[in-house]
């Protein structure tokens, strides 16, 4: 089969031909339908995110059941489905008490070694060597995935269109529950790319009052705009801390997303929260990242900082696939971009130069 390797020496993404992976017990082969492109694979390819070399990227994906490993259930051949980038293993202290997104065999296992659960990768080059997976590896014609992170994509919805509910609208998601969003507040989503224009679809689907979007550009803003913001703040020409506290009466707002993962963005989430309000900071920085905090400010006006980095898999994607099937999130609204495996590399070129509104995808064909 085909795939999209990442080398670690440069941010270039090289296609190949390595061996077709095979499952093991209580795990799934699938045929990629598509892959996200996605900010976080970036983040590796640029070294800000310590991950072995070689490995396949990729952790946004749909696709059909080629295979079932020994004991896997609830799933057949044939079958469409989608993957959360968050692969529960179910039975770690934190999978236990419904912690998903805390697994502590995803990270150490997956995300410090590149490998599943019981410590090895499934995916090898020609030569037999271990190529280390992020997540399933989806930037593939084929990937393997745990059984407990399978979900049948429901009739009558596009399986191509569903492969960004993967990470972008279940880090969406997983930010509003972090958030506890309520129905009639007022939100701002600092940064208005993949996971923050999620953001803006999934609280105007759950009833927030006012939805202002901050980012740099119209193009970006008029796009989110479509998604649901109630109102559009650009930050490269005006003053977003006055602008966003005269659209909601002087106060600020109840909840900040922070969905870039940058020192100055969390600073502005943080500037224009109302008093007891809540900052919700989603986007994934540079490993050793920080970020100021007026302590006084915090203390006196009783402000929130939360840490969100995904949904519950067996739980929040099951419950995302319904409100696509209803029409309530539309994913495919936020696809702009899509690619074949032969330019993943491209793609990935064209999203560091910030080219990419909402998201784009990696079509395998």
């Given at each position: 089969?085909?795939?999209?390797?990442?080398?670690?020496?440069?941010?270039?993404?090289?296609?190949?031909?390595?061996?077709?992976?095979?499952?093991?017990?209580?795990?799934?082969?699938?045929?990629?339908?598509?892959?996200?492109?996605?900010?976080?694979?970036?983040?590796?390819?640029?070294?800000?995110?310590?991950?072995?070399?070689?490995?396949?990227?990729?952790?946004?994906?749909?696709?059909?059941?080629a295979e079932l490993g020994p004991d896997?259930?609830?799933?057949?051949?044939?079958?469409?489905?989608?993957?959360?980038?968050?692969?529960?293993?179910?039975?770690?202290?934190?999978?236990?008490?419904?912690?998903?997104?805390?697994?502590?065999?995803?990270?150490?296992?997956?995300?410090?070694?590149?490998?599943?659960?019981?410590?090895?990768?499934?995916?090898?080059?020609?030569?037999?060597?271990?190529?280390?997976?992020?997540?399933?590896?989806?930037?593939?014609?084929?990937?393997?995935?745990?059984?407990?992170?399978?979900?049948?994509?429901?009739?009558?919805?596009?399986?191509?269109?569903?492969?960004?509910?993967?990470?972008?609208?279940?880090?969406?998601?997983?930010?509003?529950?972090?958030?506890?969003?309520?129905?009639?507040?007022?939100?701002?989503?600092?940064?208005?790319?993949?996971?923050?224009?999620?953001?803006?679809?999934?609280?105007a689907a759950a009833g927030a009052a006012?939805?202002?979007?901050?980012?740099?550009?119209?193009?970006?803003?008029s796009a989110v705009a479509e998604l649901?913001?109630?109102?559009?703040?650009?930050?490269?020409?005006?003053?977003?801390?006055?602008?966003?506290?005269?659209?909601?009466?002087?106060?600020?707002?109840?909840?900040?997303?922070?969905?870039?993962?940058?020192?100055?963005?969390?600073?502005?989430?943080?500037?224009?929260?109302?008093?007891?309000?809540?900052?919700?900071?989603?986007?994934?920085?540079?490993?050793?990242?920080?970020?100021?905090?007026?302590?006084?400010?915090?203390?006196?006006?009783?402000?929130?900082?939360?840490?969100?980095?995904?949904?519950?898999?067996?739980?929040?994607?099951?419950?995302?696939?319904?409100?696509?099937?209803?029409?309530?999130?539309?994913?495919?609204?936020?696809?702009?971009?899509?690619?074949?495996?032969?330019?993943?590399?491209?793609?990935?070129?064209?999203?560091?130069?910030?080219?990419?509104?909402?998201?784009?995808?990696?079509?395998?064909?």
């Amino acid at each position: 089969m085909q795939a999209a390797v990442y080398y670690g020496s440069e941010p270039r993404l090289v296609i190949e031909d390595i061996p077709r992976p095979a499952p093991r017990r209580g795990e799934v082969l699938l045929r990629v339908s598509a892959c996200g492109v996605c900010h976080t694979d970036l983040h590796v390819l640029r070294s800000e995110v310590a991950f072995p070399t070689p490995a396949v990227l990729g952790h946004e994906v749909s696709g059909v059941v080629a295979e079932l490993g020994p004991d896997v259930d609830g799933v057949a051949v044939g079958d469409e489905v989608v993957c959360s980038f968050i692969m529960p293993c179910g039975d770690c202290r934190h999978c236990v008490r419904g912690m998903e997104d805390l697994c502590e065999k995803f990270f150490a296992y997956n995300r410090l070694k590149g490998a599943l659960y019981d410590g090895e990768s499934r995916l090898t080059a020609a030569d037999g060597s271990p190529l280390a997976m992020y997540s399933m590896g989806g930037l593939a014609e084929y990937c393997v995935v745990p059984a407990t992170d399978v979900f049948r994509v429901p009739d009558g919805v596009a399986l191509n269109q569903v492969s960004i509910l993967g990470c972008s609208t279940f880090t969406a998601l997983g930010a509003l529950r972090t958030a506890e969003l309520g129905v009639g507040a007022r939100i701002a989503v600092v940064a208005a790319g993949g996971v923050g224009s999620s953001i803006v679809q999934l609280a105007a689907a759950a009833g927030a009052a006012q939805i202002i979007a901050v980012d740099l550009g119209a193009e970006k803003l008029s796009a989110v705009a479509e998604l649901g913001a109630t109102h559009t703040v650009d930050a490269a020409t005006e003053d977003v801390v006055a602008r966003v506290r005269e659209l909601t009466d002087g106060h600020g707002v109840d909840i900040a997303f922070e969905a870039l993962g940058n020192a100055a963005t969390f600073g502005t989430a943080l500037d224009i929260l109302d008093d007891g309000g809540r900052a919700v900071v989603v986007g994934i920085a540079p490993a050793g990242s920080t970020g100021a905090v007026d302590l006084a400010r915090l203390v006196r006006r009783k402000l929130e900082i939360r840490g969100s980095y995904g949904a519950k898999a067996r739980t929040d994607m099951p419950a995302l696939l319904r409100l696509v099937a209803a029409g309530s999130v539309a994913p495919q609204e936020l696809i702009t971009r899509r690619y074949p495996l032969a330019q993943a590399d491209e793609a990935y070129q064209a999203l560091a130069r910030g080219e990419i509104v909402g998201r784009a995808i990696i079509e395998m064909g």
